[in-house]
């Protein structure tokens, strides 16, 4: 376990360590972990909270937000999410953006580029398609920056016969996925430091 603990960068809690001793073939419960890591004072490092407050925010006017916040879906490639961060680098920022399988939570297209253009959001969504082959019909959510409301987007989505859903301006719970896939990036991988060309950070998010 300590093993595991200090291989994450002692970022990890008992339940991705449980995780890790399951891939390494150990017969445990989660809950053993727990114990133990408690008693070993093994603990996952804690990111910020949001201030606590009421989270509103305009609906769009061009996609209806048809997912809803309804993340938990019954089978694979029903439903994907996407959104965009950005990471320092001494030669000015580099942005990330990801596709997401709501069903398994695993990233299924990304792509790094030096701007938030719509060509990253449509190369990385292009990614996520040809790796899944994806059903006509189903539903990805975005957020309202201009990627997702750009000529180029829409055109992809028709070409592929995918259904726009799009939240609500500035309410974060509406993206909590990737929000949350986002801030595990920064915590356990990026964990503050400032890379030195755009390719490092590109190769470390890969990584």
Not at 14 to 25: A, C, T, V, W
Not at 96 to 107: E, K, M, T
Not at 116 to 124: D, F, G, K, Y
Request: hydrophobic share 35%.
């Amino acid at each position: 376990m300590k093993t595991a603990w200090n291989d994450s960068g002692k970022v990890y809690g008992y339940r991705k360590i449980h995780d890790d001793l399951i891939d390494m073939g150990e017969a445990v419960s989660e809950n053993r972990v727990a114990r133990l890591a408690h008693l070993a004072g093994i603990q996952a490092q804690i990111g910020y909270k949001k201030k606590p407050g009421v989270y509103g925010g305009k609906p769009s006017v061009v996609v209806d937000n048809t997912l809803d916040r309804q993340f938990a879906v019954d089978a694979p490639d029903r439903a994907w999410v996407t959104d965009i961060t950005y990471l320092r680098t001494h030669e000015g920022f580099a942005y990330p953006y990801a596709v997401i399988n709501l069903f398994s939570r695993r990233v299924v297209g990304w792509a790094v580029q030096s701007r938030q253009t719509s060509e990253l959001a449509v190369q990385a969504l292009l990614m996520a398609i040809w790796r899944r082959k994806p059903r006509p019909g189903l539903l990805i959510r975005s957020d309202q920056g201009a990627q997702f409301t750009s000529r180029e987007w829409a055109a992809c989505l028709r070409e592929h016969q995918l259904e726009h859903s799009m939240s609500r301006r500035g309410n974060c719970h509406d993206n909590a996925v990737a929000e949350r896939f986002f801030q595990l990036l920064k915590r356990e991988k990026v964990r503050r430091r400032k890379y030195r060309t755009r390719e490092e950070a590109r190769r470390d998010v890969f990584e």
